[in-house]
T-cell receptor, first 116, second 112 residues
């Protein structure tokens, strides 16, 4: 039973389209995240939600809109896709928000988005 | 500006020998560090962590060393096994921070 699952695993689409990636965690964690891994393999945080409340919103184009219907789900919607959006997007969750020795991220398997 | 750096993109080691993966950071406020391991087509999985009050943490074959004055940490794997072949990411967090900063990873290949 997958702890953090995200769908789809692969997504190929044309520039200008709108697409969504879904994420669900069954760990009972309070916090969920979206990370982007670009072509340089740099893993960078995009958003973080704690109990459905947005707590981290890094410098991300407003074409990216996260939505958390409940604390077990965090979806990512992307409008007007651009070539530079091609990347692997990882969903993750953790027990808490603050810094602590127990605050370890559990990642999903990633969603590879290719924009043509 | 990348605050966590892994300057070696790849490393090859013979089975049974020691693997040493290095990580440097620039933010002196970082005080909690983790290593993640990633296999192809999977998400990173947590391996081992260390807080700044320690300079060493050990878990089986894996040991992480922290040198705060040099802003450097390393992961030692001994003995290395072929199943250790993966990409290893170093991550760091500030005292009051609620996010982790990741390095770009080091791809380890353990040769049987």
């Amino acid at each position: 039973d997958t702890a953090v699952s995200q769908t789809p695993k692969y997504l190929v689409t044309q520039m200008g389209n709108d697409k969504s990636i879904k994420c669900e965690q069954n760990l009972g964690h309070d916090t969920m995240y979206w990370y982007k891994q670009d072509s340089k393999k740099f893993l960078k945080i995009m958003f973080s939600y704690n109990n459905k409340e947005l707590i981290i919103n890094e410098t991300v184009p407003n074409r990216f809109s996260p939505k958390s219907p409940d604390k077990a789900h965090l979806n990512l919607h992307i409008n007007s896709l651009e070539l530079g959006d091609s990347a692997v997007y990882f969903c993750a969750s953790s027990q808490g928000t603050g810094h602590s020795g127990a605050n370890v991220l559990t990642f999903g398997a990633g969603s590879r988005l290719t924009v043509l | 500006d990348q605050q966590v750096k892994q300057n070696s993109p790849s490393l090859s080691v013979q089975e049974g020998r020691i693997s040493i993966l290095n990580c440097d950071y620039t933010n002196s406020m970082f005080d909690y560090f983790l290593w993640y391991k990633k296999y192809p087509a999977e998400g990173p999985t947590f391996l081992i962590s260390i807080s700044s009050i320690k300079d060493k943490n050990e878990d089986g074959r894996f040991t992480v060393f922290l040198n705060k004055s040099a802003k450097h940490l390393s992961l030692h794997i001994v003995p290395s096994q072929p199943g250790d072949s993966a990409v290893y990411f170093c991550a760091a967090s500030e005292v009051t921070g609620n996010q982790f900063y990741f390095g770009t990873g080091t791809s380890l290949t353990v040769i049987p």
